[in-house]
């Protein structure tokens, strides 16, 4: 079992920039594969970035690809979200998750075993 934790959401203006932390405890962080995935009211929880365990391999999601930067320090036993050229329909609340073994499609939320409770991001115009 591994618990998250998110943090560094807030509000942004448009074309600014914001650094969101996942804090991983209870497990091996090094032994997971990462994501990260956004949801606004109304919406499907959709797909942002996901890492994997030795940082080598890095995906994204098509609206986010040359704006966001999802990395990892496993020394630190947490993830980050690196968000720039934000914009407002980057608004949404963001969860980090875990999963302990391969997965067959990443962009799915139903193939992540652990999640954080989320972070809000609210970016004006």
């Known amino acids: 079992q591994v618990q998250l934790v998110e943090s560094g959401g807030g509000l942004a203006q448009a074309g600014g920039s914001l650094r969101l932390s996942c804090v991983a405890s209870g497990g091996t962080f090094r032994s997971y594969r990462m994501g990260w995935f956004r949801q606004a009211p109304g919406k499907e929880r959709e797909f942002v970035a996901n890492i994997g365990r030795f940082r080598d391999t890095e995906y994204y999601g098509d609206s986010v690809k040359g704006r966001f930067t999802i990395s990892r320090d496993n020394a630190k036993n947490t993830l980050y979200l690196q968000m720039n050229s934000l914009r407002p329909e980057d608004t949404a609340k963001y969860f980090c998750?875990?999963?302990?073994?391969?997965?067959?499609?990443?962009?799915?939320?139903?193939?992540?075993?652990?999640w954080g409770q989320g972070t809000q991001v609210t970016v004006s115009s």
């Open positions: 998750a875990a999963r302990s073994s391969l997965m067959n499609d990443y962009r799915r939320a139903d193939e992540y075993d652990y």
